[in-house]
């Protein structure tokens, strides 16, 4: 093992931080590699080209009439065809473009901007400001928008500005729900704080730190509202309300061709198909502009909680690499015994190894500890053991003898049988591990029902037996209640309670004190070990903390990076570390340092303890 | 007791939460406290205990029901947003969460520039200036400042945190839990450049934490927070090693220790003495 290690250069462990990408793209560079949305955007624009440069582009006259040509087909001479009055349908398309476009530039800016103000208004400055309007909102959003149009063109003699300014007034309900909450999500970030505390004010904040963040959301909102104005002012152009015929519009061209459908059918093609493909436009931006704005978060980006574990920086020769058959005996006397489990991840760059060959045996009654720092695989390792590697994960080789059983842990599928019953496991976050909807008792009979077949009412007496067994007091009182009433430590005993309730042989526990309390936490490494003594059951504990393996474990496994550096009882790992890295971990623990002094850092010690073991073997 | 006057001096704070009476929360119920220039004080105590109130109410982040808080002999209890603004240089934060702490749409350097912006005498080579210096203490590369933050660790966002906190040389920094979320091997690093920034610039600290080992490694003094009081307050070391309060002792009892035989030894004691309880 130290051979290995002798040649892995001490910088190693300097953190260097996930492979550095280029800058992360923003928002609109990520939107403009999308064909579709190129290709939406660039309909959109023709159309507006189209409105603004209309008595350039349009071929004749909208307005001129030709008896002797009426309900043509294309032609040379009318690329689209002639309406009833023979007059060019091309040129009524291009001209019709302008009250369409304008109305909804129109809509689209008033709700933007009033939609945007409000929403952002209600979600920073919050309190009264957000109560006001959200109730403004939602009496908007309760009115019947289709009415309140038609009626506005009535009072204001059919102004198309005045309706689609109203229109626009009334979308900007969707727009505020959509930018407050995006503004709520973004206001409980740490940042905004220190931005807070470091002077700024709240408009600098906003500017800064908010609006940045919303815009992706915002844009998604607006261009499906666009959609929606496209329809309400053909609509409107449509029933004759609005702009008055003879003058070319949209609406009013499907209303023509609604008159001649029987005789001229291909009238309606060039309107009818210039506002879908408009509406489609709108729809297809908006899904781009989620999907890019979705990417800047999965990127990982933002809440890259771990940075994805780098390849291994220098793969240490290994003298056998991967699971050979000399290791691959397993243990006559282990409850659980694996070999050569490997697990990769799926990337841009091909397959990433996550964990590598990794060996363990856990006898009967005992607790082993699975000991590392983020990236190193404990937590994948007990996730293949239950077969619940997270989706991009996968295990590619390793077998597991379990109870004599053999299982390819390869093939997760058949692992399914064995997760509840034989396997149990903990997680870190003992309230997530709970659904919030159902009480403890159903939580409980849930899975005795799952795995036994007792009547329901022997199944009630073993539940609460079971909250007796984790010594949760009042365990009637408990049984009847929700997760959120009850503390974490009680979740977790909940959690514990849940795993025994099938007598598995082994549980796994990951990081099941990390998220608790100290007094809580010792509670329930007491219980864990007082259980795993009465029922003889085994554990794996997955863990960061020295002092809970000291605690809980009889022999601990060190993972690095998926490597598994040494496997020892824990009083040889905590008085002779054999490997230099668990050496200088355990160096690094304030509890063993003195006070006043700097920590011995990893890369300290670990420059140290190389030239020790240089000079060990020049002498 | 306090040989110099007291950087920051909190004086029976009361901070209650909740709208209506009936559903209100008492998170602090009097806690007095005082830092020195230039010491650092650590607070202890679990989830609910109400030490990250103490800081927020500190930095002006929560509403005070009773008692006062003064800053170098001024109350800043009530102090107005203008007065806010300014204390901003010398009152900074250094949070638990790396992640949410900084803005990934922004690049470090705007990111530490922003403590700075608040001072109108500093020209924008003054300010880059500053950017690179403290960059270098913190011990980042030179090319941080173009970076975003989604290219750094967990570490390495702390430290440009906390070069975030120190850049407009503060007086007080208050630490909120500033190590718990990293590795043990990136946990000694952090702690040690907040040691040595503190000595170097005389810094004042209030260190929150729910650990007792590293609280009693950066701190001189510790307080022990329980429900919204102080149970105990004295010399970090003496706390640790000589817990006066039954509370403190569980919270010593309760943390393991990296070292199974001593661990063992622990762990029976509190066997005994719960058996002892469930009996009695």
């Not at chain 1, 198309?160 to 900007?172: E, F, K, N, P, W």
């Not at chain 1, 009850?486 to 796994?508: D, E, F, H, K, T």
């Not at chain 1, 329930?524 to 960061?544: G, N």
């Not at chain 2, 210096?133 to 030179?142: F, Q, Y």
């Amino acid at each position: 093992m130290s051979e290995s290690a002798a040649e892995t250069p001490a910088d190693v462990f300097t953190a260097k931080g996930p492979a550095s990408q280029d800058k992360p793209t923003r928002f609109f560079r990520r939107l403009a590699r999308k064909p579709l949305a190129i290709a939406a955007t660039a309909w959109l624009v023709a159309v507006s080209a189209a409105a603004v440069l209309a008595p350039w582009l349009a071929p004749a006259d909208p307005l001129a009439q030709d008896l002797l040509a009426v309900k043509q087909t294309p032609s040379q001479a009318h690329l689209l065809g002639t309406d009833a009055f023979g007059r060019d349908v091309l040129s009524r398309l291009v001209y019709g473009a302008w009250p369409t476009i304008l109305g909804i530039a129109e809509a689209v800016l008033i709700a933007c901007a009033l939609g945007f103000v409000l929403g952002l208004a209600a979600g920073y400055f919050g309190r009264w400001l957000d109560r006001a309007i959200t109730q403004l909102v939602d009496l908007l959003l309760a009115l019947p928008g289709l009415v309140i149009l038609l009626s506005i063109l009535a009072v204001f003699n059919r102004d198309m500005t005045v309706a689609m300014v109203t229109l626009g007034i009334m979308g900007s309900a969707g727009i505020a729900r959509v930018a407050r909450s995006a503004t709520l999500n973004v206001r409980n970030e740490l940042y905004i704080d220190a931005a807070r505390i470091s002077g700024l004010g709240d408009a600098a904040i906003i500017v800064r730190h908010v609006v940045p963040r919303i815009i992706g959301p915002l844009i998604v909102q607006l261009s499906l509202f666009a959609a929606t104005a496209v329809l309400a002012q053909t609509g409107i152009s449509f029933l004759g309300l609005g702009v008055q015929p003879p003058a070319p519009t949209w609406g009013g061209m499907v209303y023509e061709a609604s008159q001649t459908i029987t005789d001229d059918p291909w009238l309606l093609a060039p309107s009818g198909g210039a506002i879908a493909l408009t509406v489609l436009a709108f729809g297809l931006l908006g899904d781009s502009a989620r999907d890019a704005a979705a990417e800047g978060w999965t990127r990982g980006t933002r809440r890259g909680r771990r940075p994805a574990p780098s390849p291994r920086p220098t793969p240490s020769p290994r003298p056998t690499p991967g699971p050979t058959p000399a290791t691959a005996a397993a243990s006559p006397t282990a409850v659980l015994s694996v070999r050569g489990l490997t697990i990769v991840a799926d990337g841009d760059t091909g397959e990433r190894v996550l964990v590598d060959g990794m060996d363990l045996d856990l006898e009967q009654g005992q607790t082993l500890g699975i000991v590392g720092e983020s990236g190193s695989g404990k937590t994948l390792t007990s996730l293949a053991i239950m077969g619940l590697l997270p989706p991009g994960t996968r295990a590619t080789a390793g077998t597991m003898v379990l109870e004599g059983a053999r299982y390819n842990l390869a093939r997760p599928e058949t692992l399914r049988r064995l997760r509840g019953s034989t396997l149990g496991m903990i997680f870190q976050e003992p309230m997530a591990a709970l659904d919030p909807c159902f009480t403890i008792e159903h939580h409980l009979l849930e899975v005795l029902r799952h795995h036994g077949k007792a009547p329901r009412s022997q199944a009630k007496a073993r539940a609460i037996e079971l909250l007796e067994l984790v010594r949760i007091p009042d365990p009637k009182d408990v049984a009847r209640r929700y997760p959120h009433q009850i503390s974490g430590g009680m979740a977790q005993r909940v959690g514990i309670a849940r795993s025994l309730a099938a007598n598995p042989r082994v549980l796994l526990a990951d990081e099941p004190t990390t998220a608790l309390d100290v007094t809580v936490q010792a509670e329930i490494l007491d219980l864990l070990r007082d259980l795993s003594e009465a029922e003889s059951m085994a554990v794996i504990l997955v863990t960061h903390d020295w002092g809970v393996v000291a605690d809980s474990c009889d022999r601990a496994l060190v993972l690095y990076h998926g490597e598994t550096l040494e496997s020892a009882t824990v009083e040889q790992i905590f008085s002779a570390p054999q490997h230099p890295y668990t050496k200088a971990l355990l160096r690094a623990n304030p509890h063993n340092a003195a006070v006043g002094q700097p920590l011995p850092t990893i890369q300290d010690s670990l420059r140290e303890l190389l030239d020790d073991h240089d000079k060990e073997t020049v002498a | 007791m306090i040989p110099a006057p007291a950087l920051l001096e909190v004086k029976d704070l009361h901070v209650t939460y909740g709208q209506s009476r009936r559903r209100e929360f008492q998170a602090l119920k009097g806690v007095s406290l005082a830092i020195s220039p230039g010491e650092t004080l650590g607070l202890v105590g679990e989830s609910g205990s109400g030490k990250t109130t103490i800081g927020r109410a500190v930095l002006g982040q929560t509403p005070i029901s009773d008692g006062s808080i003064a800053f170098d002999g001024e109350d800043i209890t009530h102090a107005p947003r203008r007065r806010r603004k300014e204390l901003g240089r010398q009152l900074q934060v250094v949070f638990q969460d790396p992640y949410s702490s900084l803005n990934p749409a922004r690049t470090i350097g705007q990111t530490l520039a922003e403590p700075l912006s608040t001072d109108p005498s500093l020209s924008r080579d003054a300010i880059r200036g500053r950017i690179a210096e403290i960059l270098r203490r913190v011990g980042m590369p030179e090319d941080t400042a173009e970076r975003y933050p989604g290219q750094f660790s967990g570490g390495q966002r702390q430290r440009i945190a906390i070069a975030r906190a120190v850049i407009g040389r503060p007086r007080l920094v208050v630490c909120d839990e500033p190590v718990s979320a990293l590795d043990l091997s990136v946990q000694a690093q952090v702690l040690n450049l907040l040691n040595e920034l503190q000595q170097d610039m005389g810094l004042a600290m209030l260190f929150i934490s729910h650990d007792l080992t590293v609280v009693r490694h950066v701190s001189h003094r510790t307080v022990v927070l329980y429900r919204g009081q102080i149970v105990e307050e004295g010399d970090a070391q003496e706390v640790n090693d000589h817990p006066q309060h039954p509370y403190t002792q569980a919270l010593v009892d309760a943390a393991p220790v990296p070292d199974p035989a001593l661990q063992r030894a622990k762990r029976e004691k509190r066997r005994a003495r719960r058996l002892a309880s469930a009996t009695a």
